[in-house]
């Protein structure tokens, strides 16, 4: 069955902190991506990438960087959380090379920012 | 990718066909129609995808207009777990094309 893990499903954090948001796909995909969800806004994308080392800005990267060292890892950081990050974060990967193809989708993470 | 539009909210009997329509009107002739759904307090469920044909699987069918500007989504019996929002998504199939833009979807509540 494949599976998107991500580290936490509920995380508070305190304003100015460093956080890092950590997402796992066991499927061997090349891209993986990660969204944040607010009420009213939907799912907004923040970064993807399309190979190891390799990242593209998505819809609202500010306040956003990323990491992607292996394959199988996608990494989100807060350089320094702010109440406005309050949000629910979901990350998802899906293959590459196909003009068809899904993504499979974390569990998310909910985020308080304090 | 092409602007998807859909209704807010919907409400259905449970053991009825649900029907979930969407206008996708100045769609181009490689994009993708997708449908997703999410339960509450859970991550994006994929459901079905098409291009021109309808499309079936154990989860749905997926009716797309000879022209391609809408589609309707088909659960055939829908159950109390079917309550979730659903998402139309329209998508580019060219490589470096794969994020998916979400909308606000539409809310269906299945009714016992």
């Known amino acids: 069955d494949v599976k998107v893990t991500q580290s936490s499903r509920y995380l508070v954090k305190r304003t100015g902190e460093k956080v890092f948001l950590e997402c796992v796909q066991d499927m061997d995909h090349e891209n993986m991506f990660w969204y944040r969800q607010d009420p009213g806004l939907g799912l907004r994308l923040i970064y993807f990438?399309?190979?190891?080392?390799?990242?593209e800005k998505g819809d609202i990267p500010e306040g956003y960087s990323v990491s992607r060292e292996k394959k199988e890892r996608f990494s989100l950081i807060l350089e320094s959380a702010s109440t406005n990050q309050t949000s629910m974060y979901l990350c998802?990967?899906?293959?590459?090379?196909?003009?068809?193809?899904?993504?499979?989708f974390g569990p998310g993470t909910r985020l308080t920012v304090l | 990718d092409a602007k998807t539009t859909q209704p807010t909210s919907m409400d259905c009997a449970e053991g009825r066909a649900a029907n979930l329509p969407c206008n996708h009107s100045?769609?181009?002739?490689?994009?993708?129609v997708y449908w997703y759904r999410q339960i509450h307090s859970q991550g994006p469920q994929y459901i079905i995808h098409?291009?021109?044909n309808n499309e079936t699987n154990e989860m749905a069918s997926l009716i797309i207009t000879e022209d391609r500007k809408s589609s309707t989504l088909i659960l055939p019996h829908a159950t109390l777990r079917d309550t979730a929002v659903y998402y139309c998504i329209v998508r580019g199939s060219n490589f470096g094309n794969e994020k998916l833009t979400f909308g606000t979807g539409t809310r269906l509540t299945i009714i016992p």
């Open positions: 098409g291009l021109k």
């Open positions: 100045t769609i181009s002739g490689n994009e993708y």
């Open positions: 990438s399309y190979d190891v080392k390799m990242k």
């Open positions: 998802a990967s899906s293959t590459s090379g196909r003009g068809d193809n899904e993504q499979f």
